[in-house]
């Protein structure tokens, strides 16, 4: 939301709030849980967005100059007060220069990249699954806003994503994959917006994709692509090039509405799109989009329009497991200053995940595992491996034998854990397969799911609506068709009898009574 929607908003709120036409909302499902208890509008509900950021119960305080941030803290700290809520002073910073807030490095200069959060990137191994490359893709496009082309630049690794991709990793693949991480380090320092002064954008369209750059008073604010899908690959350079001045408007719709912004396009012709007597559909469309925002669209040939003429033509041909290993554990543990005894009872101990020790323990008392390993060493088995340790694995999975309590407590793990949040059977069968396999697995797992009592009261029901009823065909002969349904729980006959099986004719209604027993079904 723009900020001068968000301030009209917050006016007629107030204003309906003050006549008793509206009340603040109490429902639990309306938002999410946070630490700081909000009453009678909240903490810190007039001072957000001023001079005060609150994410849960991070508290970020900014201010222009030295004077003011001495009066904001004071603002807070008395309002933590009164509330009777209190900040830990060891996790407190005050006068800094430069913090550390949410991935960013935040300062005088303008918005940096955390090079903590980046050496995550960079120490990211090439992906082997498409869930593991959508997960990169997740975490370096969450600085998007920071790389220029980064559309284009993962385009390659987009394009395996795509349903019924075959996964393949050429050489492409790993030329953008490289491209990303190295992106990152060279990252720029972004200035932070001034809602009162115009802005400048630079866009430009070709058939690799849309560029723009958002910059005010020389400085860069942010950059921004994307890919074009397959019926704007077919768009003629006039509607390309005014797609993309319609996805700049739409991605940094919270900068230019309400403000004045000056649209910079290498194509001249848009400059009349305004006085132009015949537009098609999709153009008038875009033209209804495009005359919400203060605006002016003026010439700007390619070979001055380089950034953005940059990124719309350049072309290119798990979450992170942290295992400490048992020497660097011993080196910190020699860091430690303790008594003896004490530190040989730390040595002694075996540092091992527990899910997978009792799976290691009963592969070596499970009687289908020893028939797989004497299959094995008969080269009967070649999906099947066998460690120096002993352990079963299947294409790079641990086996896991068949032991209904200890398959129930992975599938708890997996499900009902703190870290997992009662995903779906899907999602927690892709998580599982790629570390356990065992037969059926995908089928105890639905199983599991149809019995989680928390996800039958509280997921929503997915499935289209029933719709009406429809009647059913006229027939032309009898015992064409037929209606059957048994009676049960009856008294049990001397022949042993105890329900009767009911068939009724749909046409003549005429029915039939079979005597069976209890263990006849359908």
Excluded at 144 to 171: C, E, H, I, Q, V
Aim: glycine share 4%; net charge positive.
């Amino acid at each position: 939301m723009a900020p001068d929607e968000l301030k009209e908003l917050k006016i007629q709120l107030q204003e309906q709030l003050d006549k008793g036409f509206i009340r603040p909302s109490s429902s639990p499902w309306g938002c999410p849980a946070l630490f700081v208890e909000k009453k009678d509008q909240g903490v810190f509900m007039n001072e957000l967005d001023k001079f005060v950021v609150v994410f849960i119960d991070d508290i970020l305080v900014y201010s222009k100059n030295e004077e003011e941030h001495e009066e904001h803290l004071r603002t807070v700290l008395t309002r933590l007060r009164e509330h009777q809520l209190y900040a830990n002073f060891s996790k407190c910073a005050f006068w800094l220069r430069e913090v550390s807030f949410l991935g960013h490095i935040l300062s005088e200069k303008g918005v940096a990249v955390d090079p903590s959060k980046v050496e995550d990137v960079l120490n990211w191994k090439q992906p082997e699954t498409i869930t593991e490359i959508r997960s990169f893709l997740g975490l370096a496009g969450y600085y998007r806003r920071f790389t220029k082309d980064f559309s284009k630049t993962a385009k390659p690794m987009t394009s395996l994503t795509k349903k019924n991709a075959k996964y393949l990793w050429d050489p492409k693949c790993e030329e953008a994959f490289t491209s990303l991480k190295k992106s990152l380090t060279s990252a720029p320092v972004l200035a932070q917006p001034d809602g009162t002064k115009p802005f400048d954008v630079y866009c430009d369209a070709s058939g690799n994709g849309l560029g723009c750059v958002l910059m005010q008073e020389g400085r860069v604010i942010a950059y921004a692509s994307g890919q074009l899908r397959k019926h704007e690959a077919n768009y003629a350079t006039h509607d390309l090039e005014l797609a993309a001045v319609v996805h700049t408007l739409k991605i940094w719709r919270h900068y230019l509405l309400g403000n004045t912004c000056h649209i910079y396009t290498d194509h001249k012709s848009l400059k009349y799109i305004f006085t132009q007597p015949e537009l098609n559909m999709r153009q008038r469309r875009w033209l209804e989009l495009i005359k919400d925002y203060d605006l002016e669209i003026h010439y700007h040939p390619g070979k001055a329009n380089v950034v953005a003429d940059a990124l719309s033509r350049r072309a290119h041909c798990n979450v992170l497991e942290v295992r400490p290993t048992a020497r660097v554990i011993c080196c910190e543990m020699n860091e430690i200053e303790l008594p003896t005894e004490q530190l040989v009872e730390l040595y002694s101990l075996i540092i091992e995940p527990t899910l997978r020790g009792q799976v290691i323990a009963a592969q070596k008392r499970d009687k289908g595992v020893a028939h797989i390993r004497e299959g094995i060493d008969k080269e009967k088995k070649p999906c099947f491996t066998l460690d120096d340790q002993g352990v079963l694995w299947f294409k790079g999975r641990l086996v896991v034998p068949k032991d209904m309590q200890l398959r129930k407590k992975i599938l708890d793990e997996a499900h009902t854990s703190m870290f997992t949040m009662h995903p779906g059977s899907n999602k927690m069968y892709q998580d599982l397969k790629q570390k356990f396999w065992w037969t059926r697995m995908k089928r105890e797992i639905a199983k599991y799911m149809s019995e989680c009592d928390v996800c039958q009261r509280v997921k929503a029901d997915h499935l289209k609506p029933a719709g009406m009823l429809q009647p059913l065909a006229l027939l032309v002969w009898k015992w064409e068709d037929i209606h059957m349904d048994f009676i049960v729980g009856l008294p049990r006959t001397q022949k042993g009898y105890d329900s009767i099986w009911v068939i009724i004719d749909r046409f003549t209604k005429s029915a039939h009574f079979i005597p069976v027993k209890n263990r006849y079904n359908a």
